[in-house]
């Protein structure tokens, strides 16, 4: 080398698409200086860089500065914060239309919200997440199963109603005929006790 064709400088090398560790080596090798920032950009891997100052091909003599942009992943998305009630379904199109991935969902027993339905996120679900990251959904399974209580036959019906609503559970009257047990009796439930 001569020092007139190190004043004139080097050609600064594609950099774009490259890991940080591989431009930042070839930076070094050429004596540059490095300056990184930080973005986001969607169909991009974190640590990949995503753009450079100067461009490629440009001159830069040694101790100037190289500017590369680092991923940080996909762009951010808001989590939606109200998909409660939902059916899984409804919240599942509504998050995948906003380009995040519904994960495996938490099922839990709810007395109040059906089945199928979304109680709520999974507690650590952040405000934002990347696109194509999943989303936890806590679903439930409907209220949970009840043993059904020993009914006495011959009784009346809403002294088995009383007995199956201390159980939360709903009594209906079918009526059918019976050998032995008179009109306006309990024969006995389906399903069966226990």
Do not use: C, Y
């Not at 490259?18 to 640590?47: H, M, N, Y």
């Amino acid at each position: 080398r001569t020092p007139d064709r190190m004043s004139r400088g080097r050609r600064v090398p594609e950099l774009v698409g490259l890991t940080e560790e591989q431009a930042t080596a070839l930076i070094g090798q050429s004596e540059w200086k490095v300056r990184r920032l930080e973005g986001r950009s969607d169909d991009s891997a974190p640590g990949e860089v995503l753009s450079q100052d100067p461009a490629a091909g440009e001159k830069l003599k040694e101790n100037e500065t190289v500017t590369i942009t680092v991923s940080l992943g996909h762009t951010l998305v808001d989590v939606p914060q109200d998909l409660a009630g939902l059916s899984l379904e409804e919240a599942t199109a509504r998050l995948q239309g906003i380009g995040i991935v519904v994960g495996e969902p938490v099922r839990q027993f709810d007395e109040v919200v059906p089945a199928e339905h979304v109680i709520a996120l999974a507690p650590e679900t952040p405000p934002q997440v990347p696109k194509g990251d999943p989303v936890v959904l806590v679903v439930s399974d409907g209220p949970q199963p009840r043993i059904v209580p020993e009914v006495v036959q011959g009784g009346t019906f809403d002294e088995a109603a009383a007995a199956l609503a201390g159980r939360q559970l709903q009594a209906v009257q079918e009526d059918t005929f019976h050998d032995t047990i008179p009109a306006g009796q309990v024969i006995g439930t389906d399903p069966a006790a226990g």
